[in-house]
């Protein structure tokens, strides 16, 4: 979509504009689109910026407003509307709406089309324009102009932390971790070489993620430098989620410092390595569990201002010493402890019940899959964005998706789906309902019994044909 100067306006668009002030003519496959331009103090930029809002199509007979637009066509309806009212129902589109008011448009078409399909932003144009969103929203797009709301919503982090408040709830249990999102970009000041698992001497970024494991959505994420580890941005997410919650992390951020940091603060369960001489693997065990069919023995005891929670998984054990004198046969040189086989410790400074504070560690496997879910299924892993403040926006937007992504699955899991189908096989079907458009008249396709079928066992039939 090109910008057409005034200069360079056809006589019969002169005379539908007449001598109305602030307004751009933009052109894109030979039709042409008004829109209203005023500038804007920028907070964050310490500038005047300029803004504009979308007027309509400019046709011979005059200007024509959304509103009254009436598209012929047939339209990519049933996923576009089982997601928007989902979206309703949580009141997600309300909270956009507020505190992206220009934007908020650009943003939930970028965010819809990677739970459905992910496309280069260069693409995103094709696929709206043959779903039904395009009669929802009835605004043009581009790559341009999609490139330039992500770089809004990247330059904005306040913005971004009042959609997270929205989120949040007290006295939650949440799951925090990080990940890397690999980059060759010169552009963006947030790449940089750092460590990671794979020992790459690779450009990134990393990205932290906060998951609630009580309603089971993500709620929080962040981007950091490529060189800071996960266990700095300890301080960050303690500004931002409060103290009312209980963090449950991974051994990574095991240290005193970040005891000390958490303890103050807010309650935390944190996994010890094998070698910590908080560990007292001598101790008598007092009793057993059974977590998903398999024993679990477990003692607990006082360190200082903290509790330490051992336990000892009889099968884990059998399966440690089995691959121990496997690889010993082998002729392989390993290190084995027999005192540490099957043991896990936990250090918190809470007290509870053993079996409960055990569940909540075991539960750090949501966090892992929403990861993957984030930079495979979302296609976040190599973003082809080159500015780190259209790099942030496109993360915000992937996090929303990733949003609907477990809306759409905990829909599944309540209707004990989640195992038979996934969200994008939902998708998928429910995409196959189309909508048909002549003139005033709008009819929906006939529907197969596969998608009648999942819509019920949803409770989502009016949705679908609504």
Partial sequence: MNTIGKDKWPTWIIKIIGNEKNIEVKEDNGRYYAYKSKSVWDKNKKCPTRTSKYLGVIKQHGLVHPHELKL????????????????????IISHLKKIYPDDWKIILIFAMNRIIDPRPIKSINSWYEKTYLVKKLNIPISPKIISRVLETCGLSWKSQTEFFDVLKKEEERILYDGSVIFSSSKENSLLEVGYNKEHLFLTKTNIVLAFSHDRFIPVFFRLLPGSIRDSSSIEVLLEELGDDVTLILDKGFQSEDTFSKLNNKIKFIIPLRRNSKKIKYKRKFDSHFMYRERPIKYTSYNNGKFFIYLYEDLTLRIEEEKTYFNLLSKGKKVEFKEEWAGKIALISNQRSEPEKIYEMWKSRDQIEKCFDVLQNILDTDRPHVR???????????????????????????KAQLNKKISVADCLLEFSKVYKIEI????????????????????????????
């Fill in 439 to 466: 003139n005033d008249k709008e009819l929906i396709t006939e529907r197969s019994k596969r998608v009648k079928d999942l819509a019920k066992k949803l409770k989502v039939e009016n949705i679908i044909t609504k």
């Fill in 72 to 91: 012929n066509g047939i339209y990519e309806y049933g996923h576009i509307n089982f997601l928007w009212e989902l979206l309703e129902r949580n009141k």
């Fill in 387 to 413: 500015k780190e403040e259209t790099f942030r926006g496109y993360l915000f937007g992937s996090f929303i998706a990733l949003l609907i992504y477990y809306m759409v699955l905990n829909l599944l899991k």
